[in-house]
């Protein structure tokens, strides 16, 4: 077990809603990656937050978007939810610059009806 | 996308046999590293190997890198039905500070008792 916990594990909304995840990075690292994982797929990057910036996108829209506080956990919100937002969103974190081995979270599943 | 494809896509094995995973990858990385998922849960990380080492062990485990080919392998010998899960290859390209992981599709690892 890592030290990063995500909440909830599970969700489901409907389509067109809004939703927030959270994430507690483990102790000592500075970096919360997030990704999303469709079922029987591999982890897709979100976006990176470092010391509190976006530190890079991947190719999802804007409606989804992220903070980082300055205790380092993460926020990753998702506007407008589509069908296609079912997954399971994971958050990972590292202590940027020093180590590029992740720490994944359990994740939240979430289900967009 | 996905950046990584594995191969097998699934791959069933007898416990004490060895089992060899590979990975292909398209762009240039810094480096390379193995995850593993158990029941689509948060991912476990299991070696990463820079593009500069050909070979590293860990283990039980074994990864090689063959950069001119853009490929890799995951030795997992004398497997243990605890080693049933899916198991990633995610490509880090950056040399910087931040990690930010492309994964493949994943494979999927049954060892039976």
């Not at chain 1, 509190?52 to 990753?76: A, C, H, I, K």
């Not at chain 1, 919100?77 to 958050?91: F, G, I, P, T």
């Not at chain 2, 948060?42 to 485990?61: A, F, Q, T, W």
Request: charged share 20%; hydrophobic share 25%.
């Amino acid at each position: 077990e890592t030290g990063v916990t995500q909440s909830p594990t599970h969700l489901i909304k409907t389509r067109g809603q809004q939703v927030t995840l959270r994430c507690s990075s483990q102790s000592g690292h500075n970096t919360v990656s997030w990704y999303q994982q469709a079922l029987g797929q591999g982890p897709q990057f979100i976006f990176q937050y470092y010391r509190e910036e976006e530190n890079g996108r991947g190719n999802f829209p804007p409606r989804f978007s992220g903070l980082q506080f300055p205790n380092y956990s993460s926020e990753l919100n998702v506007n407008a939810l589509e069908l296609d937002d079912s997954a399971l969103y994971l958050c990972a974190s590292h202590q940027g610059g020093r180590s590029y081995e992740q720490y994944f979270g359990p994740g939240t599943r979430l289900t967009v009806t | 996308s996905q950046q990584g494809e594995e191969d097998p896509q699934a791959l069933s094995i007898q416990e004490g046999e060895n089992a060899t995973m590979n990975c292909s990858y398209k762009t240039s990385i810094n480096n390379l590293q193995w995850y593993r998922q158990n029941s689509g849960r948060g991912l476990v990380h299991l070696i990463l190997i820079r593009s500069n080492e050909r070979e590293k062990h860990s283990g039980r485990l074994r990864v090689t890198l063959d950069t001119s080919k853009k490929s890799s392998s995951l030795l997992i010998t004398a497997s243990r039905a605890a080693d049933t899960a899916s198991y990633f290859c995610a490509t880090d390209p950056y040399l910087g500070a931040n990690s930010k992981l492309t994964f493949g599709k994943g494979i999927t690892l049954s060892v039976r008792p």
